[in-house]
């Protein structure tokens, strides 16, 4: 039995996370944390504001972290300092963010996967895009989102813009001054921030004659379980800090 607790309990995501995991038999959700809703019950979990003492209360082998990135950094160290596996969907870290934290997680001999995107269709728009980079001559990014996400550009857009040019480095368009949206390796990304969106991104990609567009759409938050789920249960293959769900479901890299 896998024990879970789940921090941003309170939020869209904890509570989704929350009913998730209440639906399987292998997991317990041993406590829920969040700085909302204190003392309220989330599909009969009752939340509560104090990671670190719910830890000791109720030794949990892995904590779900979807909050938002100063307190998923607080909460991160928390796990690991505590021998806890952390599994964190929460975004808007920085590339220094990351390397301080593979430090601390190095230094502890921690277990962290961070996963900017948990729909699996999301982890497979970002390797057909990478497979197809090799044979385009240029790209660009549109990512979508509901508009109470406080990041931009999101996660995914930035992991797909670093996997992509890492097959390919692409030139920007020599026209590229203004309103082109952000710069990611070499990449143009635009975010669009909408009610009625919940997570969507398409790569475009162009070249003579021809564009090629590879689109996923997340359209219930329902979309990230199963990779969540995916994750506690391939938790012991996670080792120090990793980087992206595709790490677990491709652990040789991409097989053409
Ligand atoms: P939300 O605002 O609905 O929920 C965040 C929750 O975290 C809130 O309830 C808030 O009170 C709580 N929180 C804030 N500070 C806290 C602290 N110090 N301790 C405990 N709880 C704290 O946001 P959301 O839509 O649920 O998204 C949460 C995060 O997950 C965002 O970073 C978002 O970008 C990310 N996200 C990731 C994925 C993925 O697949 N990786 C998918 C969707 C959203």
Avoid at 163 to 177: L, N, Q, R, T
Avoid at 199 to 228: K, N, W, Y
């Amino acid at each position: 039995m896998v024990r879970v607790m789940v921090c941003g309990a309170y939020g869209r995501m904890g509570q989704e996370v929350i009913k998730a995991l209440s639906e399987q038999k292998d997991m317990m959700i041993v406590g829920a944390i969040d700085v909302r809703g204190i003392g309220e019950s989330v599909f009969g979990i009752t939340v509560r504001d104090n990671l670190e003492e719910v830890i000791k209360e109720t030794r949990p082998s892995a904590i779900v972290d979807f909050t938002k990135r100063e307190a998923a950094l607080e909460d991160i160290r928390t796990g690991v300092k505590n021998n806890v596996t952390m599994i964190v969907g929460t975004t808007g870290f920085t590339q220094e963010d990351l390397d301080n934290l593979k430090a601390f997680v190095d230094a502890n001999n921690g277990r962290v996967l961070i996963a900017p995107n948990f729909a699996i269709g999301a982890v497979l728009m970002i390797k057909c895009a990478e497979l197809a980079a090799p044979f385009m001559d240029n790209v660009e990014i549109i990512e979508l989102h509901h508009d109470g996400k406080l990041d931009s550009p999101s996660g995914t857009s930035i992991a797909t813009a670093k996997a992509i040019s890492e097959k390919k480095k692409f030139e920007p368009s020599p026209h590229s001054s203004e309103a082109r949206g952000k710069m990611v390796s070499g990449i143009n990304i635009h975010s669009v921030r909408l009610p009625g969106f919940v997570a969507h991104q398409e790569v475009i990609f162009g070249t003579l004659g021809q564009t090629l567009t590879i689109r996923h759409d997340s359209t219930s938050r329902e979309s990230f379980m199963p990779g969540v789920i995916y994750a506690l249960r391939n938790m012991d293959r996670i080792k120090g800090l990793v980087y992206g769900l595709d790490k677990l479901l491709f652990p040789e890299g991409l097989v053409m």
